[in-house]
């Protein structure tokens, strides 16, 4: 969906713009899977899996820039892209409709500068317009940099989903579950 740029200082003192992610990123967010999942084992992706060719991500970022229950949210510095963060509906079915998910990545080297609690702090104001009345989100157990982030943005812990992953290296990882109450916040 589309929604408009937000311009926020960061820990060291430069700007960061919050903005819709469009295809006019596509060849720098190829790069950004590749890299990010490179950097960190605790998303989904293994950086072999990233397959899509630049026009895919052309096609996939303007499909989700034109749709409504969809926040895809780039980070830039200095125009060059920081990371990513998405909201999405989890399905349109009656009894699930009220609910939406959250995922973000930044690359190592913008950790810990105040974009990622940025990031959340939109994302889900966003959420909330779009009319969803809880986030929620699945992290990885080790991760305990992220689960910081999430509890200062004010979710709460739910529950754990046993072996939820299984890494290359032939290890078993939980997953904790959290979400976050839209309907409260102001
Ligand atoms: C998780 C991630 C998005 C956090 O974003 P960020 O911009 O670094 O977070 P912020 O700078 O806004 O920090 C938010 C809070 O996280 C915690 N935090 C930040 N860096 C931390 C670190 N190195 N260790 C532990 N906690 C840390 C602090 O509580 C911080 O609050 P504070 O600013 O009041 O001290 C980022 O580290 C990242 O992209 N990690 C790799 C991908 C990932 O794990 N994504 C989540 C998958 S579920």
């Not at 190592?108 to 009319?131: D, H, N, P, R, S």
Request: proline fraction near 3%; hydrophobic fraction near 40%.
């Amino acid at each position: 969906m589309k929604f408009p740029e937000r311009k926020i200082e960061l820990k060291d003192g430069r700007t960061c713009i919050l903005r819709p992610n469009a295809p006019d990123l596509a060849e720098e967010m190829l790069e950004y899977l590749k890299k990010t999942s490179a950097e960190t084992p605790f998303l989904l992706r293994n950086p072999d899996e990233v397959r899509y060719t630049l026009e895919d991500e052309r096609r996939i970022l303007a499909d989700l820039l034109e749709n409504p229950y969809v926040i895809m949210m780039a980070a830039t510095v200095d125009g060059k892209v920081a990371g990513n963060g998405s909201i999405s509906g989890i399905g349109d079915k009656r009894k699930i409709c009220h609910r939406c998910s959250l995922a973000i990545a930044l690359y190592e080297e913008y950790w810990g500068l105040g974009i990622g609690t940025a990031m959340i702090g939109y994302m889900t104001e966003l959420a909330k317009e779009v009319g969803w009345h809880q986030v929620d989100l699945e992290v990885v157990a080790e991760n305990k940099q992220a689960q910081a982030l999430y509890k200062k943005c004010g979710f709460i812990e739910t529950g754990r989903r046993h072996h939820a992953l299984l890494f290359d290296d032939g290890t078993y990882h939980d997953e904790i579950l959290m979400y976050k109450d839209l309907k409260e916040m102001n």
